[in-house]
């Protein structure tokens, strides 16, 4: 069996059962599933230097998970399940890190990973009935699957600031941070970006930092992440009781062990409960107060309403410069719409002399210049720029990798007017082409751990099914696609979700078409339904060429 770092040198040509893309969370497990389970011969392209993915990248200050550890892991092995400790409730970005070298190391995983090497084309040659790969560092290599663990999260948004490049300063992106550390002791910084990712460095290099402003186009509902030390009691818990722990998470739509408190709507309940209720949330932290409340908070804009207000309120007490609290609190898209960002010490940090908070609603950016950020007002002096804003979500990643199935057909002109999947998982017209985690499932709505457990598996079952009746492809129906696509739209609409510009939407990226890209129906409907499938032998696939057995038969 070749092996990617022992045969494949650099204009070579290789022949793979499987080429994994990625190997972060999913590229990992997709490659031991593959190789090891299904015993298939796998070669994986990674464009970092290590394992990781996004948490090889994002190694900014501040950051880490806000899905509790013990739910944002693996859980196909209960051994490492076992051996593995987390030091605090939500890890941060060193210790994934080492989590998911554990991961490869155990599973002896690296020896099939090419390192600091990006797919640059996936060309699908029908005759052949394979997918031929291209790398930047002169790889060519034929898989009869392409499977794409590519992240949701991982095509930064390039900005497209004035002037960018006339900046005398150092320039950073939360998104590629450097990996020796960064002191900015005696700096004055800029943060460009409230996100998530914003949200977690700036209280950061406030505390380093001489002076730093942030720019805030448009104000975040972030709640208390309530992070702390693992308590040694509760991790002997947990190990109890993975087994339950999991199985309860696979059954709750975030994808973690809580949801016997949610109550269904907010207007229904007493003001005095209400205000109780979301008080206790707030304290518990995580996604509690979003997902552990009331059922109808993304669904009536009254019931969002009451959660709003109260986080407003929250922000409020939390900032001492009531101006200032006013351009913190955000009061332009119901709360939740657009990702609700977890804090530690975010508001607060607003109160320290050496922050300043720079309105771009009211004052406009226009322009990167030679010293720093030029607004409609003034322009502020900086030796260091952060840019913390965002990423090409979702589609980004593998518009970006070159992707061409049948007659030549590009994703992206096949995605012109948005993402069109079955299950996010199959295109049409690409066969043999996996997502992992793709756009129209559950992915970054769901704990992104066990939806890319839910897909990998899902993935191999379908491998081995094709290989056992000699099968050489599977796509999607045409029509299959377009009812996806009309079903996951139309459960979209059904909510407020919609309603923010967002990266959910594509709206964060000028020019991108707008189409709500995760699906909403919940991941446990959703793995009901991709196993009804497959149980029906592919419905609504289209195997070798002809429909599945089970649409001949109907
Ligand atoms: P993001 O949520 O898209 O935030 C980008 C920020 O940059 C927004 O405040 C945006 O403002 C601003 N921005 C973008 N372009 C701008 C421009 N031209 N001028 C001024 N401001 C601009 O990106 P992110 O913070 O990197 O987070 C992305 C996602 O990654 C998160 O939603 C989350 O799913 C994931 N993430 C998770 C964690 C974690 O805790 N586990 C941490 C970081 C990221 P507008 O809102 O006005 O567009």
């Not at 210049?369 to 090409?392: H, P």
């Not at 979700?497 to 995760?518: C, E, L, Q």
């Amino acid at each position: 069996m070749p092996s990617a770092n022992s045969e494949v040198l650099a204009g070579d040509v290789g022949d793979f059962d499987a080429v994994v893309v990625g190997a972060g969370f999913a590229g990992l497990y997709a490659l031991h599933k593959l190789r090891d389970q299904l015993g298939l011969s796998v070669c994986v392209y990674e464009a970092g230097g290590e394992v990781g993915g996004t948490w090889y990248w994002n190694r900014y200050p501040g950051a880490r998970c806000d899905i509790e550890s013990y739910c944002y892991s693996y859980s196909f092995s209960d051994e490492l399940q076992q051996e593995w400790e987390w030091s605090e409730r939500f890890a941060g970005q060193p210790e994934i890190r080492r989590y998911l070298n554990h991961v490869a190391d155990k599973f002896d995983l690296r020896r099939d990973i090419q390192f600091d090497t990006r797919v640059i084309s996936a060309t699908y040659h029908e005759e052949r009935s394979v997918w031929e790969v291209c790398t930047d560092q002169d790889h060519r290599v034929r898989a009869q699957f392409l499977v794409c663990g590519t992240g949701n999260l991982s095509a930064p948004k390039v900005p497209d600031f004035h002037g960018l490049d006339s900046f005398a300063g150092q320039l950073y992106c939360t998104s590629s941070w450097p990996h020796q550390e960064v002191d900015f002791t005696d700096q004055r910084v800029g943060v460009i970006g409230t996100g998530s990712s914003g949200i977690q460095v700036i209280p950061e290099i406030a505390q380093q930092a001489a002076q730093l402003t942030v720019f805030q186009r448009t104000p975040n509902y972030a709640t208390p992440l309530g992070n702390g030390a693992m308590d040694p009691e509760f991790q002997r818990y947990i190990k109890q009781n993975y087994g339950t722990i999991r199985a309860r998470s696979r059954m709750n739509n975030t994808g973690v062990p809580y949801d016997e408190r949610v109550q269904p709507s907010a207007l229904d309940a007493d003001p005095d409960d209400r205000r109780r209720t979301y008080e206790a949330r707030w304290t518990e932290g995580g996604f509690r107060f979003l997902k552990d409340a009331y059922s109808d908070l993304l669904i009536d804009k009254d019931a969002n309403e009451t959660a709003a207000a109260f986080i407003r309120d929250k922000i409020r007490q939390q900032v001492q410069d009531p101006k200032v609290a006013e351009q913190l609190v955000p009061d332009t898209y119901p709360y939740g719409t657009k990702r609700p960002p977890l804090e530690t010490n975010y508001y607060r940090t607003f109160n320290r002399d050496n922050v300043t908070l720079v309105d771009l609603r009211s004052t406009p950016l226009l322009r990167i210049v030679e010293s720093g950020v030029e607004t409609s007002e003034t322009v502020y002096e900086l030796d260091s720029i952060v840019l913390a804003t965002g990423f090409d979500a979702m589609t980004g990643p593998l518009l970006r990798m070159g992707v061409r199935g049948r007659s030549g057909l590009s994703l992206g002109r096949c995605w012109e007017n948005g993402p069109r999947t079955n299950l996010g998982l199959m295109v049409d017209g690409f066969p043999n082409l996996f997502v992992i985690t793709g756009p129209q499932s559950p992915s970054v709505l769901y704990n992104m751990p066990l939806a890319i457990e839910d897909h990998v598996d899902w993935i191999s079952d379908c491998i081995r099914y094709l290989r056992e009746r000699s099968v050489k492809t599977i796509e999607p129906s045409a029509e299959s696609v377009a009812e996806w696509v009309s079903h996951t739209n139309e459960i979209a609409n059904a909510t407020l979700m919609s309603m923010a510009h967002s990266w959910y939407t594509g709206d964060n990226i000028p020019g991108k078409p707008r189409a709500f890209m995760v699906y909403l129906g919940g991941a446990p409907r959703y793995r009901q339904i991709c196993d009804d499938i497959a149980a029906a032998g592919y419905r609504g696939f289209i195997l070798d060429g002809a429909a599945s057995a089970a649409e001949r038969d109907t």
